[in-house]
């Protein structure tokens, strides 16, 4: 499949303001004949308008949203240097993008590049009615600009910047915990805190499920109840896998004894760890590293 840039679509017209050195907002008209991949011209994060209604909605392959811009004045983001396959459109596609410095964008909405990334899918296609207006206010100033109208734009701008900020809480954070609760389990980022958590295991020390309960802001009781359902899993049996997988690694890896990684790992002593990882294994903390050094050597 060829790849190409937004600039290269056929019947592209395209012009580009910059509000701020922050903010920039591009006009687009495009139209593509063919399946086309491409990442947009300018690096940032586009949030992007549909302007015209002669044309069937954007057909994204690559996203499990399928469809976006399905109407006059629906909006989605984009993150920086994100690529997307889209389907042919009969006709011109006309869009407003307005087009935000990655780290600007980041800091203003206090929000990690690597969520904005994971949740593409959740965002490319957005119900916010406050940003679709910001959207339509900067783009009657860029057409027919009136006293004051960069101020105008940039203070758009900004709102949307709030609203993308908000959207985002509450779409993946509130909302998503109250999804996951009504269907019996965690939502994606109670689970990531749990995940997170245990991996941190080895400077932290293993987190009790007091500890974890309260990462999530969830009882006990929920919080197993609702692990269990997420995962198919108990959650004091992924904590010992969690903790056999880390034993497993310093024994091989590391020159440390039986009792430092005993002390590491959180167990009351080196006797009762050499029990808890044979009854798990099979063999003792010794043997297993016996044949670990073997299985290296014979690899090497």
Known sequence: MKSQSM?????????????????????????????????????????????SNDHSALRFDNLA??????????????PPSFSVRVFPVERAFRALNCVFEPSYFESATEIDPEQWHEDTDAFVKISNRRVETMMQMIYSELVQPAFGANMVMEAASTMILVEMARYRRQRLGKSSAEDARSQGGLAPWQLRRIHDRVAAALDMGYPSLSELAQLCGISEGHLMRTFKTSTGQQIHKYIAEERLRAAKRLLAEAQVSAKEISDRLGFCSPAYFSAAFRRMTGLTPTDFR???????????
């Open 7 to 51: 600039e290269q679509a056929l019947d592209q017209e395209i012009s580009l303001s910059r509000l701020s050195s922050n903010v920039s907002v591009l006009l687009a008209t495009v139209q593509w004949g063919t399946v086309q991949e491409f990442t947009p011209p300018v690096s940032g994060y586009y949030i992007c308008q549909r302007l």
């Open 65 to 78: 949203i399928g469809e976006a811009f399905g109407h006059v004045r629906s909006v989605g983001l984009l």
């Open 290 to 300: 016996r044949r670990a050094r073997v299985d290296e050597v014979g690899g090497d």
